[in-house]
């Protein structure tokens, strides 16, 4: 594995390298490239960063200041498997070429900026984080939205809704029920071997690989698994794992899609969220309170808790997340903590007598969110939650569909919508600028894009479903 500037040099050098991509993320969480030829590469490309125009990036610079440049990262480099011409992707994070310093917008800045606020803290020096992406393969997908009409459609060969089609050429009938999807073999699981593809290009990529499985839903959701890393890392690893699952999708003539709630009536994709803290070495989260956690993973639980709804604008960012944060889908929408209740939003899973192995799984989370984002955002609200000893509460050990009206009332649940989650994190942001993570400016350009960009356009368009019940009127 290459870990300095010398040795991404010596690379393009001894296995003749041409094209460089250079990789980086925008604010709402999509990776954007550059190509450029080997000779633009040398030392200060690691320091000083290679210039680019950043006015045309989503929520970054005005065209009169668009001036910026893209640091490499030299421990991210892998050989892409998808470019014809052999090609070395190297991961980057923004400067402000005028004045040297990390852009306070560059959402793989303010991962590092949380990691060195931990460290400040005095509380650990490592946050681990490990998120478990769900995603649907479809065959086919279509969408239009016009003044006149709107519509969407997507379709799965596995997709249940199918299982009296002719044009198969012979229907074979091994269709996953709705909410049965976990995990059948094969011939009802027909994803396998694409499976099986997209986990070794991942491994090729760099990326610490552990499985692959059929998820709950019909109609082709998916998951695969690779091992946690530190913050920074677990997020470059989500970042490549997209990137595989997409394009290797796209080898076989099929679209995946990460959207939380792609099909109506059935389970959602979720990104459910390991962390831990460590310091010089050894985890902080195992003692001997509830199933095995210290004083200070039950307090990392309490900020996460107690800013669920402001974090949900970072970790649930767009209008679909809550079409998926429903009851009655395996959905984690009670903001409670439990070892076995998967309605909690806070999971503790059994992990057995290892200390290494104690951590806390944040359900929320889908993987619509940036990851740098997403993932620096738990850690300031677990690390708001040490500083100030926040009692979670007692955990929700019961079956929440067994809960009466009045008990489920006193269950604080998550947010109903982008809108309310927005507004949550307007009113509790200060955990957040703490520690100069994030900025204000962030914060407010944040609230604006999402308003602007998601929340008010989708307002303003009429739903195909309201013309059933209102047309007649």
Avoid at 61 to 73: C, P, Y
Avoid at 98 to 122: F, N, Q
Avoid at 124 to 139: K, L, N, R
Wanted: charged share 25%.
């Amino acid at each position: 594995m290459t870990k300095t500037a010398e040795d991404v040099l010596r690379l393009i050098k001894d296995e003749g390298y041409k094209m460089i991509d250079l990789k980086f993320i925008d604010m709402p969480g999509t990776w954007q490239h550059l190509t450029v030829f080997e000779n633009q590469i040398d030392e200060s490309s690691f320091t000083d960063g290679v210039p680019f125009d950043g006015s045309s990036i989503r929520g970054w610079k005005a065209i009169n200041e668009s001036d910026m440049t893209m640091v490499l990262d030299p421990t991210t480099a892998w050989k892409d498997p998808f470019m014809k011409e052999p090609t070395l992707s190297i991961i980057c994070s923004i400067k402000e070429p005028r004045t040297g310093e990390w852009y306070s917008r560059c959402p793989r800045v303010i991962a590092h900026k949380a990691i060195d606020y931990l460290k400040a803290s005095g509380i650990g020096d490592t946050a681990f984080f490990g998120p478990e992406a769900e995603f649907f393969i479809f065959e086919d997908v279509r969408f239009d939205q016009t003044e006149s009409q709107g519509f969407y459609y997507v379709d799965s060969v596995e997709g249940r809704w199918n299982s009296g089609r002719v044009e198969e050429g012979g229907n074979k009938g091994y269709k996953p029920r709705y909410k049965e999807g976990y995990f059948p073999v094969a011939p009802t699981d027909t994803l396998q071997d694409i499976r099986t593809e997209m986990l070794l290009t991942m491994a090729d990529c760099g990326v610490p690989i552990e499985k692959h499985h059929h998820e709950v839903a019909t109609g082709g959701q998916c998951e695969l698994g690779f091992k946690f890393g530190t913050l920074v890392e677990a997020a470059d690893w989500l970042m490549t794992y997209k990137y595989c699952i997409k394009n290797v999708g796209v080898r076989h003539g099929k679209t995946v899609t990460f959207m939380p709630k792609p099909v109506f009536n059935d389970n959602g994709s979720g990104m459910h969220t390991h962390q831990s803290i460590w310091r010089d070495g050894q985890p902080l989260f195992a003692g001997d309170k509830y199933a095995g956690l210290s004083d200070m993973a039950l307090w990392y639980i309490g900020g996460i808790l107690k800013h669920a709804p402001a974090l949900l604008a970072f970790t649930n960012p767009t209008t679909n997340s809550y079409k998926r944060l429903v009851p009655g889908f395996e959905a984690p929408v009670n903001l409670a903590y439990s070892q076995g209740n998967r309605s909690a939003s806070v999971r503790i899973p059994l992990s057995g007598t290892n200390p290494k192995a104690k951590r806390l799984e944040f359900r929320c989370p889908d993987a619509t969110s940036n990851p740098y984002l997403a993932f620096a955002a738990m850690l300031c609200a677990g690390i708001d939650g040490i500083k100030n000893q926040i009692d979670p509460g007692e955990p929700l050990d019961v079956d929440i569909y067994d809960l009466s009206p009045e008990e489920l009332a006193k269950v604080p649940s998550t947010p109903g919508s982008l809108e309310d989650a927005l507004s949550s994190l307007e009113k509790d942001h200060e955990f957040l600028i703490t520690g100069g993570v994030f900025t204000e400016d962030f914060i407010g350009n944040w609230i604006n894009y999402k308003l602007d960009n998601e929340v008010n356009p989708m307002r303003l368009r009429p739903h195909p479903y309201e013309f059933a019940l209102y047309y007649d009127c």
